[in-house]
């Protein structure tokens, strides 16, 4: 029993990753109709700009709320990035896919690039909580904290997206935005301010789930961003593009079945078994789990 509550608290733990890298990636996809390959890059750039911060920024550390102060400053540094990409690279760009996806996938290749011309290729310890190294006794599971922190952080981002996207002004438009761009923009509404800033959302989210991802895993690493964004991609298509609810969803099943089948299978049949999930949901339901039916 202790097993299946560890596997299921883990799975959780890294279901919580994918959906920090997945939620503004969908809403992008969903409003802007950007396929953004470099999202992966602003994962980079928070965790390593928070590994930065807690050894050189003044108040900022390793542990209390110095570490807080780091992931923040991770958090803005991802942020900042997402919006200078978006205001120099996409926004010209916007109703031409196959430009997009170049300088996209340029631009990830050119971001991994630099992290490793800064601060080499191999991966760095980084700095952490000690109380993130120790574990929790749940019904006799010992569960890394690390992984409860993932859970935590994954429930305050949804709850914090869907209170802004049904309460404010800005995520109404965005809301709508995704349902009918054409409409929105038809009522004199300028969404180009609501592109950039569902790449200022999108690039904190990705930022936060580098920083706690490094956490997690224990170091940082030029790649890192690269590796998790082929599973966020997954779980956007999934749960349905421009649902923010749908990649919860979809990040929850992605991350159980890998835990799960990679051990009670051998290891690497979790992921086989999720491009499987994906095949799936295309065949039976192509528009996702929570995604509306396109009408002609």
């Known amino acids: 029993m202790s097993t299946v509550i560890l596997l299921t608290l883990t799975g959780l733990g890294l279901a919580a990753l994918y959906f920090l890298v997945a939620s503004g990636l969908s809403l992008v996809f969903g409003l802007a109709d950007v396929l953004n390959f470099a999202h992966g890059l602003f994962l980079g750039v928070g965790a390593y700009a928070t590994w930065w911060a807690a050894g050189n920024l003044p108040g900022a550390g390793s542990d209390g709320l110095g570490f807080l102060v780091a992931v923040a ?6 942020s900042a990035v997402a919006v200078l990409v978006e205001l120099v690279l996409i926004r010209p760009l916007y109703s031409r896919t196959i430009e997009q996806v170049l300088v996209t996938v340029g631009l990830s290749l050119a971001g991994v690039a630099l ?3 800064t601060w080499g290729a191999d991966a760095r310890p980084f700095p952490r909580p000690e109380w993130t ?18 859970i935590v952080a994954a429930a305050v981002v949804l709850g914090a997206l869907l209170a802004f996207l049904r309460f404010t002004r800005y995520g109404l438009i965005i809301r709508a935005g995704v349902e009918n761009r054409e409409m929105v ?3 004199g509404i300028d969404v180009r301010k609501a592109f950039t800033l569902v790449f200022a959302i999108g690039g904190a989210a990705a930022a936060l789930a580098g920083a706690l991802g490094s956490v997690y895993f224990g170091t940082v690493s030029p790649g890192q961003g690269g590796s998790l964004l082929i599973f966020a991609f997954i779980v956007v298509v999934i749960g349905g593009m421009g649902s923010v609810v749908g ?5 929850v099943a992605v991350g159980l079945l890998q835990q799960f089948v990679n051990y009670y299978g051998t290891s ?8 499987g999930l994906l ?14 039916v396109a009408h002609a």
């Open 73 to 78: 400053f991770g958090v803005l540094a991802g």
């Open 185 to 187: 923009t038809a009522l």
């Open 247 to 251: 990649s919860a969803y979809a990040a």
């Open 268 to 275: 690497g049949l979790g992921d086989l078994c999720v491009v």
């Open 115 to 117: 992290l490793q011309a």
């Open 133 to 150: 190294r120790d574990v929790t006794s749940v019904l006799g599971a010992q569960v890394p904290n690390a992984g409860l922190l993932l």
């Open 279 to 292: 095949a799936v949901v295309l065949l039976l339901r192509p528009q996702g789990l929570a995604g509306k």
